[in-house]
């Protein structure tokens, strides 16, 4: 499976949503993933792995612990891929602005 | 839903607006093209069946072709045609970059008063399309739709704030 297939896959599920989002304030071990959530280790584990595989996460391995941390650049890339129609439209109506912005200035000239 | 909606305010009367769009003269200032391409009408009928064929010079001097195929001109309401890709002779291919991307886009572009400006709605949604197309258009769509859009784009905030992606 491509990236994307796979960063959009691990994020269509509300827990790993979750986790990722208590990732981004730093980094968390297993046990405290699983702490707000009422699934077992090997369940949150699963979802790390998930995780893991569309890239979106990373393990050490500390002693008895594995801290985990989020990985940010996949995530940036399947953004500028959903936010795709926007910038086209976005973009088409910056520059129609910009001739209406001009279309008004002549006017006011000629008055 | 089967469609992408975006709108965009503009601060000019509603008559003025919609004429940038109908009017072949003032179309091609702007042309629905992006910002540094020049645009030429090769055709121009602005009648339902009637078309623009657009030639878009790009700022390396790269030129595409697009075609949009009037379907309906309510002045100053709404405006609908058929948004494509297309060739000199103007044929509708491909989009080169995404081959996937719906070569016939309906679009719907509403027109309405929004206190002294213009609000304008546009409604994108593909026709006679391939699985392959619609499959395309859906997978940007089904995520806006599942509700969980704002959720991903503010954890990406938050996680280009924590750590800058270059």
Known sequence: MDELSLVFGALADPTRRAILARLTQGEATVAELAKPFSISLPAVSKHLKVLETAGLLKQRVVAQTRPCRVEGEPLKRAADYVEMFRPFWDERFDRLAGYLEQLKAEDQEHE | ?166
């Open chain 2, 1 to 166: 839903m089967n469609n992408f909606t975006i709108s965009r305010t503009f601060d000019a009367p509603r008559d003025l607006v919609f004429k940038c769009w109908v009017e072949p003269q003032h179309f091609e200032k702007w042309g629905l093209s992006p910002a540094g391409c020049t645009n030429r009408l090769l055709h121009a009928d602005v009648r339902p069946g009637g078309y623009y064929h657009v030639q878009q010079t790009g700022p390396d001097g790269k030129q595409i072709y697009c075609k949009f195929e009037f379907r309906q001109i309510s002045p100053i309401d709404q405006l609908v045609f058929i948004t494509s890709i297309c060739d000199v002779n103007c044929e509708i291919v491909k989009n080169p970059v995404f081959p996937d991307w719906p070569r016939k886009l309906l679009t719907t572009v509403a027109f309405e008063d929004d206190g002294t400006g213009t609000k304008v709605t546009v409604l994108w949604e593909p026709v006679e399309a391939s699985e392959a197309e619609v499959a395309f258009f859906m997978q940007h769509l089904s995520i806006g739709h599942a509700g969980w859009s704002q959720t991903f784009v503010r954890l990406q905030k938050t996680i280009e704030e924590l750590e800058p992606v270059a």
